[in-house]
C-alpha cells in the first residue's frame, strides 16, 4: 500500500491521559500536514512541515498539542493533557513539492480520538 | 481571515436529475481543490482548479473556478447512487489550505 498510513485507526483514553499518532506519508512526498474532523464540519488545519521544517501552526493548535517529523519522512502528533473537547479524527496529508503536482494533498485514513 | 462556504450543506436528490453544488472563498486564492468523502473514509481529491475560468470534468462531475466572483460550482449530471457521498471544497492560500463544512449528497433510486 503506498498511500498515507496513519495509527492507530482507533483511539480511545481517559481525560488527562496523553496521546501519540503517527502518520507515513507517501515515500518522497515532502510536504505533510495534520488537520482535525469533527463530525458534520471539514477538516481543519493545525499544522505542516516540509521536510522536518515545521512552517506554520495554526491558533487551533494548543501548547497541549505537538508536532514533529525528525528525519523528514514519518510524524507523529502528540496531544498531552487530553480533553472532552479534543474528541475528533486526526487526518494526515502529504503532498510532492513540486509545480506540476499542484500542491495536491493526499489523505490518510484519519485516526479517530474519543476522550472519555 | 480566509472563510470558504458551501451550501447547500445537506443535499438530496433523485437518480437522473442535475444538481449545483456551490462554494464561495472570502479572499484571493492561490489554489481550489474539490474533494469527496466517503463515511468512515479519508478524502479523495476530485479536482484542483488554478485559474480563473478554470473548468474540469471527470464523468458526471463538472467543477469551475469564477476568481473574481470567488467562487466555485461543482455540479453533478445525471446523478446515480454511487455519488452519494460528502464533497468539500477546499481554498490554498500560501499553504494555508481552508476547508467548507461540506455537501452531504444523497442521491435516492
Known amino acids: 500500500d503506498t498511500g498515507v498510513s496513519q495509527n492507530p485507526r482507533h483511539k480511545i483514553t481517559k481525560r488527562g491521559q496523553n496521546v501519540t499518532f503517527r502518520c507515513d506519508p507517501i515515500?518522497?512526498?515532502?510536504?505533510l500536514y495534520w488537520y482535525r474532523q469533527t463530525l458534520g464540519q471539514g477538516p481543519e488545519f493545525l499544522t505542516y512541515f516540509q521536510n522536518e521544517a515545521q512552517l506554520e501552526k495554526s491558533r487551533l493548535l494548543s501548547d497541549r498539542f505537538s508536532a514533529e517529523r525528525p528525519k523528514g519522512s514519518f510524524s507523529t502528533l502528540e496531544i498531552q493533557r487530553t480533553e472532552q473537547g479534543d474528541s475528533a479524527m486526526y487526518l494526515c496529508?502529504?503532498?510532492?513539492?513540486?509545480?506540476?503536482?499542484?500542491?495536491?494533498?493526499?489523505f490518510g485514513a484519519g485516526t479517530r480520538l474519543s476522550v472519555l | 481571515e480566509l472563510k470558504v462556504e458551501q451550501n447547500p450543506l445537506f443535499l438530496s436528490m433523485q437518480e437522473g436529475k442535475n444538481y449545483t453544488i456551490y462554494c464561495n472563498y472570502s479572499?484571493?486564492?492561490?489554489?481550489l481543490y474539490w474533494y469527496r468523502q466517503d463515511p468512515g473514509k479519508s478524502l479523495e481529491s476530485l479536482f484542483v482548479l488554478l485559474s480563473n475560468g478554470a473548468v474540469k470534468q471527470e464523468g458526471r462531475l463538472m467543477a469551475s473556478l469564477d476568481t473574481k466572483a470567488r467562487l466555485s460550482t461543482l455540479h453533478i449530471t445525471a446523478a446515480v447512487h454511487d455519488l452519494s457521498a460528502t464533497y468539500f471544497c477546499a481554498v490554498d492560500r500560501n499553504n494555508d489550505m481552508r476547508f467548507g463544512a461540506g455537501t452531504r449528497l444523497t442521491v435516492k433510486p
Open positions: 515515500s518522497e512526498h515532502n510536504r
Open positions: 479572499t484571493t486564492s492561490d489554489r
Open positions: 496529508a502529504s503532498s510532492p513539492l513540486s509545480r506540476l503536482a499542484k500542491n495536491i494533498q493526499y
